[in-house]
Nanobody, 126 residues
Framework: QVQLVESGGGLVQAGDSLRLSCAAS????????MGWFRQAPGKEREFVGA????????FYTDSVKGRFTISRDNAKNTVYLQMNSLKPEDTAVYYC???????????????????WGRGTQVTVSS
């Protein structure tokens, strides 16, 4: 089992930055690929980005490329989502997720992630 706890959400203005954190416990963190997803009211859960175990390669959805950055600190069992130049359309509940398998190497499919946090709200005002 893996427990994930997100933090760092809040209310910001358009153009501001936020850094979300996701603390993991219960399993060797370095063996997990981590993903960030978000869900806005009335919409399906959306892939934001992922960081792959071992080589720390990162992948992002097009709408956040150049603005969001995922990183991890294996010593702290934590993955981060640095969000810059925030837009009102970034408003959502943000979730981190963990995937212990290495196959597939990379996936945007939430069903492939085994463990989820409870989410943290990010609200961007215009």
């Amino acid at each position: 089992q893996v427990q994930l706890v997100e933090s760092g959400g809040g209310l910001v203005q358009a153009g501001d930055s936020l850094r979300l954190s996701c603390a993991a416990s219960g399993r060797t963190f370095s063996n997990l690929s981590m993903g960030w997803f978000r869900q806005a009211p009335g919409k399906e859960r959306e892939f934001v980005g992922a960081i792959i175990r071992g080589d720390d390669s990162t992948f992002y959805t097009d709408s956040v490329k150049g603005r969001f950055t995922i990183s991890r600190d294996n010593a702290k069992n934590t993955v981060y989502l640095q969000m810059n130049s925030l837009k009102p359309e970034d408003t959502a509940v943000y979730y981190c997720a963990a995937r212990p398998r290495s196959d597939p190497y990379y996936t945007r499919d939430p069903l492939k992630y085994n463990y989820w946090g409870r989410g943290t709200q990010v609200t961007v005002s215009s």
